[in-house]
């Protein structure tokens, strides 16, 4: 039997806005920083306590499976032959705010209880799924967990290694989990029929609107170079204006000529550019500059308008360089691929944010998430965003409004029932 509503008032009964409070205060405590944020870095002591919090939190009726990596798979049918995943992660960075994947794992936990208590028998019931070290603050690989669980795991991140030199590999055991063959996914994705992640946004576009839920469309992805300026170093009293080629100043210019590059095309598309680090190589008071490193970034939901502008910038940079008299390489360090999230599931995010009657806007996400990983591997799915007051991001300062958390879980109900009776009648 499918259910085809779901009645307003019988939902926002079954969603308990304490106790999903109390849970994030609870989570809190584990691996709590003196500045008021949370250390739980991928595969710690904090990760693993993290990981338990939660399972003792679910009901008894609940079937818990642990993949070979540490991911958590939950749910009360587990003898269904289709299932929705929905989840996040509770890993994080070094002194990270609080909520990050940690509240979308809660809300969804949460959604998944106020579903069973309202909708009897689903098509395709969900599964509560916490990923395993989704950050890169550890070993500089994101979203470990969620690949592994794909099968997208490659030797070289199991053999990464954090700042004591620990290999993923040796913290995945010391956490008490074998990785088995990497080319086995851990999950059964053909009876994956779709995967609902909710996240804070890490962003202020739905702060500044003011909305409580995101549709994410999109996931930007960068390109980034490592861009040396050479000139000449020089005594700053003795060398006339005339006869410097000062790397410094002219890296200055190259840094402004990227902003403005970037921000004339955003008329035209989706486009970031970054410069957020600059190094003025054996610099001082004393001397013009010879020698400046610095990061670009170039990020866009549209890999080919990217290139665009990618190639833009690099030319503007070679003409800087020209005109001063001075040299620039840039050295391509990383190149990922932008991922279009399911416009089907998209529309059932829309549809589901009107049926919640939450205030919504659809969005392109500018940071990685596990649901990239889904997507990529063909499964249909949906990115929800909650607003981080001021746009606040791996920082102790984060904090989402409580109707927003609200909002977005009975959104979040209306969307597995609806990705729900997708599938039909079992
Ligand atoms: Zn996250």
């Known amino acids: 039997m499918t259910q085809l509503s779901i009645e307003t008032n019988r939902l926002q009964e079954a969603i308990d806005i304490n106790r999903i409070q109390r849970r994030l205060d609870d989570l809190w405590e584990i691996g709590r920083t003196s500045a008021g944020g949370v250390s739980r870095l991928a595969y710690s002591e904090t990760e693993n306590e993290a ?33 929705i995943l929905t989840g996040s992660h509770l890993d994080s960075v070094h002194n990270a705010g609080r909520l990050d994947g940690t509240l979308g794992t809660v809300i969804s936990l949460e959604a998944i209880e106020a579903y069973n208590a309202v909708v009897d028998e689903p098509c395709c019931p969900p599964t509560l799924a916490v990923f395993r070290a989704e950050e890169s603050a550890r070993f500089g690989y994101h979203t470990i967990g969620s690949r592994s669980a794909l099968s997208e795991l490659d030797a070289q991140t199991l053999s990464a290694t954090d700042e004591k030199g620990i290999p993923v590999w040796q913290a995945m055991n010391d956490a008490g989990f074998y990785p088995g063959d990497l080319s086995e996914p851990t999950i059964d994705i053909d009876a994956t029929m779709g995967f609902l992640e909710v996240h804070i946004e890490q962003g202020r576009l739905l702060d500044e609107k003011a909305t409580n839920v ?68 054996n610099g001082a008071i004393n001397t013009v500059c010879g020698t400046v490193e610095f990061p670009l970034d170039i990020r866009s939901t549209d890999s080919a308008f990217r290139a665009e502008v990618e190639r833009e910038i690099l030319a503007e940079l070679e003409a800087i360089a020209n ?40 969005l392109p996400s500018g940071g990685g998430h596990d649901a990239m990983n889904f997507q990529l591997a063909g499964i249909p799915t949906g990115l929800l965003f909650v607003p981080s007051i001021d746009g606040i991001s791996h920082n102790p300062d984060e904090r989402t409004p409580e109707e927003a958390i609200n909002e977005a879980t009975r959104t979040l109900v209306y969307a597995l029932n609806r990705v729900s009776n997708s599938y039909g009648n079992n």
């Open 323 to 362: 005109r001063r008299g001075v040299t620039v390489t840039s050295e391509l360090i990383d190149e990922s691929e932008p991922v279009a999230l399911s416009k089907t599931v998209q529309t059932q995010l829309i549809e589901s944010a009107e049926a919640a009657e939450s205030t919504y806007q659809t």
């Open 51 to 83: 990981h338990e919090y939660l399972r003792k939190e679910l009901p008894a009726e609940y079937d818990v499976r642990i993949d070979s990596v540490g991911n958590m798979f939950a749910t009360r049918w587990p003898d269904a032959s289709q299932t």
């Open 214 to 281: 995101g549709v994410v469309s999109s996931i930007r992805a960068p390109v980034r170079y490592r861009v040396c300026v050479e000139g000449n170093f020089d005594h700053s009293g003795a060398t006339p204006m005339d006869l410097r080629k000062d790397a410094l100043a002219a890296a200055s210019e190259m840094i402004c000529e990227i902003e403005a590059v970037a921000t004339a095309n955003t008329v035209d598309g989706d486009i970031v550019a970054t410069v957020g680090d600059l190094t003025a190589v």
